[in-house]
């Protein structure tokens, strides 16, 4: 038998190794930047078209590279960040490997111009599928540019699986926000199908984030502060209020580099303990200075994963300065021993002459266990009617037109005068109750304002109002984007929104199926929207901005979560943020029409989430609960 087993060709080698380096467009963009960065350049523009499918081109004006290194550079493991095994524990670049430029040049057309300042001539590279095309000389700027083509071109397979150019552009505004974070006294900016999203000059870390994310943020970052000899913390986090129902705003950087620690996560969310609403996540940007020889960032083909060497140390040290930034500027509440109180501060000092005795007026003959029926009271009460018949006019055989009313059975005298017990109930309550005796309808009860008890002949049923109507709102959604059969509200006045770039790009794809459900949204500028009107059936009280970023909260966190396409995203997000809350008391009518649209549906059962909306429970299980056969 033959021998079998072979070398791979080098261009082979290449595109498999590429499959863990660059995994989508935006995987080049961050190796791209992360050489520039390395390469000591103080202004870097990144420009994208097709989403980075068809080019991704970076701009700097770093140190440049040599005829040589220019041509060495997309070898695979060529690198100048390390020169032994010993360097991976001092690395402070942001690349060592040597991989990102041979993996990219293996699937994509590349052209690489690049100069160093002492140099008077340039050179331009042209690479296709890991093989040189040429080289020549060139007078070129100071820096390097480096212009990706088509990529995954001579891998279909890989670009067919490639998401729609909205995904793959808000995962290449993702690396760009991470590195700008870090990075924020370079200017950044990006360029995508020749508009500019993003320009921001060399700043302070608080500008960086208000020019990323929007200047609404200005009022929302906490600053944080901290120096201990395992690591040094710095950054802003987010106040409490601002929590959002999705997560993307987190970010850790370790030594500038960023990083996903779900342990460390776990420390931030920790310090927000009793603050936090219940399923939201705050923002924070947190720097983690440590020595380079405590971790380990060689776990993982991106970088984003670090071993460190006392994680326990820093779980603690994290967790205890956020809580404190929080205590330190108000958000938890907190008690300042320090601070001078004195109810005299609360004291009018007046002359000894100018102080007078409180004078009490009572009737010593109140007796409030008196009989309601004694002379006493009636006498009260014929003054009390003489009274009201000279202000009001009303005549003192007012009861006579009230002895009218008693003229019926005797279940309807009865249950008048248990509504006279309970006088004490809202006027709502009071309409329903008397519409009820009048009409034979069927009764139905609340539990607590969130669940609705129906009886049946083999028991009763339990119906959680909130899940019921986010069922008949989303079977209600679909239909609507279906048929394009939205109906529209508009309102008084025109409302603005405000979104970061990302949610711009994410609401201009889903624009057209918004506007289907009733929303009457157009761009105004390049972050801004107008909304011009909601859904017709959204209700009064509703506000529009509001109801308009939960939606593309939820629709971003069900698209990360659920995999779900867009109008059933849509569906679903709406119905939820739409929906009835819990403590929303319902009318016997109210009820009866919820139910009714309930079992209308198609999965009157099954909630959104995949839920029970309706719980049965029989007779003969309370027979059992009271334990009677």
């Given at each position: 038998?033959?021998?079998?087993?072979?070398?791979?060709?080098?261009?082979?080698?290449?595109?498999?190794?590429?499959?863990?380096?660059?995994?989508?467009?935006?995987?080049?963009?961050?190796?791209?930047?992360?050489?520039?960065?390395?390469?000591?350049?103080?202004?870097?523009?990144?420009?994208?078209?097709?989403?980075?499918?068809?080019?991704?081109?970076?701009?700097?004006?770093?140190?440049?590279?040599?005829?040589?290194?220019?041509?060495?550079?997309?070898?695979?493991?060529?690198?100048?960040?390390?020169?032994?095994?010993?360097?991976?524990?001092?690395?402070?670049?942001?690349?060592?490997?040597?991989?990102?430029?041979?993996?990219?040049?293996?699937?994509?057309?590349?052209?690489?111009?690049?100069?160093?300042?002492?140099?008077?001539?340039?050179?331009?590279?042209?690479?296709?599928?890991?093989?040189?095309?040429?080289?020549?000389?060139?007078?070129?700027?100071?820096?390097?540019?480096?212009?990706?083509?088509?990529?995954?071109?001579?891998?279909?397979?890989?670009?067919?699986?490639?998401?729609?150019?909205?995904?793959?552009m808000r995962h290449i505004i993702d690396e760009f926000q991470r590195v700008a974070l870090a990075h924020p006294r370079i200017f950044f900016s990006l360029h995508s199908e020749g508009n500019e999203l993003f320009h921001l000059p060399s700043e302070t870390l608080k500008q960086r984030i208000v020019h990323l994310f929007g200047n609404n943020y200005n009022q929302r970052l906490v600053p944080v502060e901290e120096d201990t000899t395992i690591i040094t913390v710095s950054g802003f986090i987010g106040k409490p209020e601002f929590a959002k129902k999705t997560r993307g705003e987190q970010f850790f950087f370790v030594n500038k580099r960023f990083v996903k620690d779900p342990y460390l996560h776990h420390a931030v969310m920790n310090a927000y303990e009793d603050i936090l609403p219940t399923d939201t996540y705050p923002l924070y940007v947190l720097f983690i200075e440590i020595d380079p020889s405590k971790i380990d960032i060689n776990v993982h083909p991106t970088k984003t994963e670090i071993k460190y060497e006392d994680d326990k140390a820093m779980y603690a040290i994290l967790r205890s300065t956020v809580k404190r930034s929080l205590g330190r500027y108000n958000i938890t509440p907190t008690l300042d021993f320090n601070q001078e109180t004195s109810f005299t501060n609360f004291i009018t000092n007046k002359p000894l002459e100018e102080i007078q005795a409180p004078t009490i007026s009572f009737n010593p003959n109140f007796n409030p266990f008196e009989d309601a029926k004694s002379s006493s009271a009636s006498s009260r009460a014929s003054s009390y009617a003489a009274g009201l018949e000279k202000k009001t006019g009303i005549p003192q055989n007012w009861d006579s037109l009230y002895q009218i009313t008693q003229e019926g059975t005797p279940e309807q005298l009865s249950l008048h005068e248990e509504e006279k017990a309970f006088s004490s109930v809202s006027a709502r309550e009071h309409t329903s109750s008397s519409t009820i005796s009048q009409d034979p309808v069927k009764q139905f009860f609340q539990l607590h304002n969130r669940f609705i008890v129906s009886q049946i002949h083999s028991g009763f049923m339990l119906i959680d109002q909130q899940a019921a109507h986010e069922r008949i709102l989303y079977e209600h959604y679909m239909e609507q984007l279906e048929h394009n059969q939205g109906s529209s509200q508009q309102s008084l006045f025109p409302q603005t929104v405000e979104l970061s770039p990302a949610d711009c790009v994410l609401m201009e794809d889903i624009l057209p199926e918004i506007q289907t459900l009733g929303f009457q949204v157009r761009p105004f500028g390049k972050t801004t929207f107008i909304v011009d009107g909601i859904p017709a059936d959204l209700g009064q009280g509703i506000h529009e901005t509001k109801i308009l970023e939960q939606l593309l909260e939820d629709f971003k966190n069900n698209k990360d979560e659920l995999q779900l396409n867009k109008r059933e995203n849509l569906a679903r997000s709406l119905a939820k943020n739409a929906a009835i809350k819990p403590g929303t008391a319902l009318d016997n009518q109210e009820m009866a029409e919820l139910i009714d649209k309930l079992f209308a549906t198609q999965s009157p059962s099954i909630s959104i989430h995949g839920k029970p909306i309706v719980v049965t429970i029989t007779l003969q299980e309370l027979m059992e609960r009271f334990n009677r056969n």
């Open positions: 038998m033959s021998d079998i087993i072979q070398l791979l060709p080098d261009s082979v080698a290449n595109q498999i190794a590429a499959g863990e380096v660059v995994q989508r467009p935006a995987s080049a963009v961050k190796e791209l930047i992360e050489n520039a960065i390395d390469a000591g350049a103080d202004k870097i523009k990144l420009i994208v078209k097709d989403a980075g499918k068809s080019l991704i081109q970076v701009i700097d004006n770093g140190c440049g590279m040599s005829i040589t290194d220019a041509r060495l550079c997309f070898e695979r493991h060529a690198t100048s960040k390390i020169r032994q095994a010993e360097d991976l524990f001092a690395i402070r670049t942001m690349g060592f490997r040597g991989e990102a430029l041979a993996s990219i040049a293996a699937i994509a057309q590349v052209e690489l111009k690049s100069r160093r300042v002492e140099d008077e001539l340039g050179t331009i590279i042209q690479i296709e599928g890991s093989k040189v095309v040429s080289q020549q000389p060139e007078a070129l700027p100071a820096g390097t540019s480096i212009c990706v083509k088509n990529l995954f071109y001579n891998i279909p397979a890989r670009r067919n699986f490639l998401k729609s150019n909205s995904v793959e």
